[in-house]
């Protein structure tokens, strides 16, 4: 079962992309905006705000370069 506090990030390694993925945890992950949903999975794009956990919790934004 799905340990209730995992999220993580990787490197696509077939198309060098940047992906959230979240694996069960209690509170969810989210991108950009909390009404969207949470994700499971998530391709990210510079600019991004990732939310984890209940909003205000923890959030980082997402650079590229």
């Known amino acids: 079962s ?3 506090e995992r999220a ?3 490197r696509d390694a ?6 959230a993925i979240d694996q069960g945890t209690t509170n ?7 009404t969207r949903g ?14 984890v ?3 205000g919790c923890c959030s980082l934004q ?3 370069s």
């Open 53 to 55: 956990g209940e909003p």
């Open 2 to 4: 799905p340990d209730p």
């Open 38 to 51: 949470r994700i499971t999975r998530a391709e990210l794009c510079d600019g991004d705000v990732v939310i």
């Open 62 to 64: 997402v650079r590229l």
């Open 8 to 10: 993580r990030w990787h």
């Open 14 to 19: 077939d198309h060098g992309r940047l992906v």
């Open 28 to 34: 969810g992950t989210y991108i950009n905006d909390i």
